[in-house]
């Protein structure tokens, strides 16, 4: 099992350092880290080159969370181990995808912070409350007209998933312990959200309006 903890958590990292950012900045010729809030997520994205790149940067994170997830899940099916093994197989990369996405060893550790790549990881878990978890950062994201809060109930349904279906002490472990990173993360966005001074997504939506005319 140790092998297959290690293999998860170098595989997981080394995928999760492939940021969509880098896409963002081949194509618009900007480095997103540089400007906005000065990091690589694809909420940056949007706030310094508009919804478009936003977007593009969010599926690229997502779809390598869900990728490298997913493909463990197929090469795990073909081994004898037991469910409770299986399962914190998958969490482990699960952690070491988020864990390169906010900490890319050419980005001197300072990347995103991890959000799209655990939707990906979600769906790829459980599509069900994966796509529910999606459905509600959105929900409560547009209600509250701040993203980190929806990033909360996006982390309270991956604690779900690690009690069910997940089995195990070791899924419960690593979705407690990546929340806390996440919150840890967000502390500016949330110091923000206090001075008044935080991005708003109604700001961001207005920006989508005026990148279209």
């Known amino acids: 099992m ?6 998860a958590l ?3 990292y080394l995928i999760g350092c492939l940021h969509g950012s880098v896409v ?10 540089s400007t906005g809030v000065k990091n690589s997520g694809a909420a940056n994205a949007a706030i310094v080159l508009g919804w478009k790149y936003g977007a593009m940067v969010a ?6 969370g869900f990728a490298a997830v997913l493909a463990m899940r197929f090469l795990l099916g073909a081994s004898s181990l037991p469910a409770e093994t299986v399962w914190a197989i998958l969490f482990f990369i699960a952690a070491g ?4 996405h906010n900490f890319p060893f050419y980005m001197k550790f300072n990347g995103g912070k991890g959000t ?6 979600m769906i790829a878990l459980d599509w069900k409350l994966g796509l529910l978890g999606l459905a509600l950062l ?6 509250t007209d701040y993203l980190v809060i929806g990033v909360l109930a996006l982390y309270a349904m991956f604690i779900i998933i690690a009690f069910w279906p997940a089995e195990g002490l070791w899924p419960y472990v690593i979705a407690l312990a990546l929340m806390a990173m996440s919150l840890w993360k967000h502390l500016e ?7 008044g001074s935080e991005n708003k997504v109604s700001a961001v939506l207005r920006k989508k309006a005026a990148d279209s005319h």
């Open 59 to 64: 599926f690229l994170d997502i779809a390598k």
């Open 10 to 12: 170098i595989s997981g």
């Open 97 to 100: 995808v988020v864990l390169g």
């Open 189 to 195: 966005n949330i110091n923000r959200i206090r001075d």
């Open 116 to 121: 799209a790549a655990v939707i990906g990881v």
């Open 138 to 143: 959105i929900a409560i994201a547009l209600a």
């Open 2 to 7: 140790i092998l297959w903890i290690f293999s």
């Open 24 to 33: 963002a900045q081949l194509l618009s010729g900007k480095n997103i880290k």
